[in-house]
Structures are given as structure tokens and as C-alpha cells.
């Protein structure tokens, strides 16, 4: 595979593009989340996304790309704001709020699949593709739409950096200084949202939450600044989607969604390990040698 193939094949282009701007929206986002270690925010969302798919394809019978992405986004803004009100307004710690939102739509959603594929409905082939993505299947279309809707979250985060930022590393002083704390978390959570629905195509409901994890896990281990951590995000979300779409057409049956979370695995594997700040393995030889200095003198042998 070479670059040429890259710039000239119509669907690898397609996919290692649509790839691409999943993995630096989702790595962008993705950091605030890890920050307010709201890890399992993104999985909770892409299964609550799965019933709005099939409820609009049952309600106007179209699997036209824009269509169901509206109704993932409105079921995914419904999930969120659930979530939000069941941690606002109950005692239900945040861990088991998340949990309970994921089950409840993720099972509504596959009883949803099931009684559409009963229906014997030739147009409904190609749905339960959302499960684990299909990105083979992106047109020019859908990176455009993918484009803008991850330029606006970007723009978004450009806006408010300062308040997200505060709002990751001190909620309790951002609100002492008058900032709307729960409209701000409102805003972020929505904005995961729309990384959500722009890679279900790509990764589906059920791996979306690493494409949000993990780049940002991954660049956390190199730098303790913020403004840097979501340019190394975005920059391992961007070389996962590409390395992922490129190693998957190198074989005729690997589908690219799993290929692009494995590719992502590796870059975090390799930053858990060998990052100079926090690598596992620069950690263990700087607690040898920490080791090894305060270890008393041998005595001389006569």
C-alpha cells in the first residue's frame, strides 16, 4: 500500500479520512473526559445512541446517513441529560448512573435491531452494522458531514478551553468564581456526543468508547501540560484512524473498526511503557537506581 493508493483510491480515502477526523475529535474530547475521569462517559453514550438509529429508520423507513445520525444524536443527548439529572438529583453515585444508562438504552436499542430484522425488510440490511461500524462504507458525503460536525465541536472547544479546563481540574473554584458549573458539563457532555455520533459509522456503538480513552490515555503518559496533552491526543487519534484503515485493506476480510482500536491499543501500550515522565519501564530503572544509592557501602574485602 502506498501513498499513492491513499490519494487515489476513492474508499480508502474515504475511510482513512473519516478515520482521521474521528480520531482527533475523539482524542480532543476524550482528554477532558479522562481528565474528570469520567472514563466510561463515551461508552454510556454510543449505547444510548443505538435506539435513536433505529427509531429513525422505523419512523421515516430512509437509511440515508444524515437521518440516522440525527436521531443517535437526539437519543444521545436524551442518554446524557438522563445521566446528568440521575447524579444531580438522586444519590446514585456517577460510576453506577453511567452503568444504568448504558444497559437501559443499549437493551432497548438491540430489542429495537431484533424487531426490524423480524420485520423481513429488505431496505433494514446494513443496521445492525452500527453495532461494531462498518467504515468501508463511507462516501465523500459522510466525511463532509463528519468534517463539519467535528469542526464545530472543535470550534466549541477552541471557545470555552479555559472553562473546560477549570472545569477538569477544579470544578469547586470554577464555581466559586461564578462560572454555571452544570451548564458547562452540559455543553461538554453534548459535545461528546457529537464525537459519538460522527464514529458510529466508523467504530460502532460498542468500540466508540476506546476511540475517546485512549488517545488520550496514551498522551497523557508524555506531558503534564493540557494544551498539550489534546494536540498528542488528537495527533495518536489521527495516526490510529489512518494506520488502522491503511493495515486493514492489506488483508481482504479485517474490518477496518476493530483494526483502527488495536492500532490506537498499540500506540497506548507503547506510551504506558517507555514515556519519560511516566513509562512503566523508565519508572522501574529510576527505582533501581534510586535503589542502588541508598544501598549501604560494601565493606572493603581484605
Given at each position: ?11 480508502l ?60 444524536g ?6 446524557a441529560?438522563?445521566l ?10 456517577e ?13 432497548f ?13 429488505a ?8 453495532l ?6 463511507l ?8 468534517a ?18 477549570l ?14 458549573v ?46 498539550v ?21 492489506t488483508?481482504?476480510?479485517?474490518p ?28 522501574a ?7 542502588r544509592?541508598?544501598?549501604?557501602p ?5
Amino acid at each position: 500500500m502506498s501513498i499513492l493508493d491513499l490519494l487515489t483510491d476513492y474508499t480508502l480515502r474515504n475511510v482513512a479520512l473519516g478515520s482521521a477526523l474521528l480520531g482527533i475529535v475523539s482524542g480532543v474530547l476524550g482528554c477532558f473526559a479522562v481528565l474528570r475521569r469520567q472514563g466510561l462517559l463515551g461508552d454510556a453514550l454510543a449505547h444510548a445512541a443505538l435506539p435513536g438509529v433505529c427509531l429513525a429508520y422505523m419512523l421515516t423507513g430512509s437509511k440515508a446517513p444524515l437521518v440516522l445520525l440525527i436521531g443517535a444524536g437526539i437519543s444521545g443527548w436524551l442518554g446524557a441529560w438522563l445521566l446528568l439529572r440521575i447524579v444531580r438529583d438522586t444519590k446514585i453515585s456517577e460510576d453506577t448512573s453511567l452503568g444504568i444508562v448504558l444497559s437501559v438504552f443499549f437493551g432497548f436499542g438491540i430489542l429495537l435491531l431484533t424487531f426490524i430484522n423480524k420485520r423481513n425488510d429488505a431496505n433494514q440490511a446494513g443496521l445492525d452494522h452500527f453495532l461494531f461500524g462498518q467504515a468501508a462504507t463511507l462516501i465523500t458525503e459522510n466525511v463532509v458531514t463528519m468534517a463539519v460536525l467535528g469542526g464545530v465541536a472543535l470550534l466549541a472547544v477552541g471557545a470555552l478551553y479555559k472553562e473546560f479546563k477549570l472545569l477538569a481540574f477544579d470544578p469547586g473554584f470554577a464555581a466559586g468564581i461564578g462560572l454555571p458549573v452544570h451548564g458547562l458539563s452540559i455543553v461538554l457532555t453534548g459535545l461528546i456526543v457529537v464525537a459519538v455520533v460522527i464514529g458510529l459509522q466508523t467504530v460502532g456503538v460498542v468500540l466508540m468508547a476506546a476511540m475517546l480513552v485512549g488517545p488520550a490515555v496514551a498522551a497523557r503518559q508524555w506531558t503534564n501540560r493540557l494544551g498539550v496533552m489534546i494536540l498528542l491526543a488528537a495527533l495518536f487519534g489521527a495516526a490510529s484512524g489512518v494506520s488502522g484503515a491503511l493495515l486493514s485493506v492489506t488483508e481482504r476480510g479485517i474490518p477496518t473498526g476493530p483494526m483502527i482500536i488495536l492500532s490506537m491499543t498499540a500506540i497506548t501500550l507503547i506510551s504506558l511503557f517507555l514515556a519519560p515522565e511516566r513509562g512503566l519501564v523508565w519508572a522501574a530503572l529510576r527505582a533501581r537506581r534510586h535503589r542502588r544509592e541508598l544501598a549501604p557501602p560494601q565493606p572493603a574485602g581484605r
